[in-house]
């Protein structure tokens, strides 16, 4: 059973550009959460998925951010029209059941 | 004042040394999780506590529920157990993790 998978594991963007970032979470793991660390800080909700929902979203910012996880195929965080703020590293957890999380290795996000 | 807070923020040990990182939360949670992180590396989940005592091999969580307070401790520590360790909450009827900042530990061969 591999583990939560992610990529890419490293992306740079031009400013203005987009920026997709793939999850593939552990087999029969229907919970999905991306987190967000900046540089020099500590990690961050964003966003919380099931299968085909959007349970909480309270940490995305209101522009330029989205996420889905669709039936089928991983869950993608995807950020339009990048700025030089977005640099981070974005990690995806998935998980079972309530409580439990299991990280990925993260997509470390650079904007030039 | 951030609902979890850490301490210390910097810690370096000789090879050997027995080390204790401490965490206080000012919230209800469901659990407290203990999660290590190396540079540049991702982020590995130690243990998930929601009362009393975990032990894996050379570590060992703690949690005092009445005080809001954990402690991860490291016994007979090695320079591969440098890395950043990171408590986080889930809060009480809440899906998602509440961190601190996490304590870099640093041991010195």
């Known amino acids: 059973n591999a583990g939560v998978m992610q990529n890419p594991r490293h992306l740079v963007r031009r400013r203005g550009q987009e920026a997709r970032l793939r999850c593939s979470p552990m087999?029969?793991?229907?919970?999905v959460y991306w987190y967000r660390q900046l540089p020099e800080e500590g990690l961050k909700f964003m966003v919380y998925l099931q299968k085909e929902n959007i349970i909480d979203e309270s940490g995305m910012p209101k522009e330029r951010f989205s996420a889905e996880f669709p039936k089928e195929g991983p869950s993608i965080l995807r950020i339009q029209q990048v700025v030089r703020g977005d640099s981070a590293a974005y990690f995806c957890a998935s998980s079972p059941r309530q409580g439990l999380a299991f990280f990925g290795q993260g997509t470390r996000l650079t904007v030039v | 004042k951030n609902e979890v807070e850490q301490s210390p923020q910097n810690l370096t040990a000789q090879e050997g040394e027995f080390i204790t990182i401490n965490c206080s939360y000012s919230?209800?949670?469901?659990?407290l999780h203990w999660l290590q992180q190396h540079p540049g590396g991702g982020i590995v989940s130690l243990f998930m506590l929601s009362s009393g005592k975990k032990k894996h091999g050379r570590l060992i969580a703690t949690i005092n529920i009445q005080e809001k307070h954990s402690s991860l401790h490291i016994t007979a520590s090695h320079p591969r157990d440098s890395a950043v360790y990171i408590c986080a909450v889930t809060p009480g009827g809440s899906e998602k993790l509440v961190f601190g900042k996490g304590t870099k530990l640093t041991v010195n061969p």
């Open positions: 919230v209800g949670i469901s659990a």
């Open positions: 087999k029969g793991h229907s919970h």
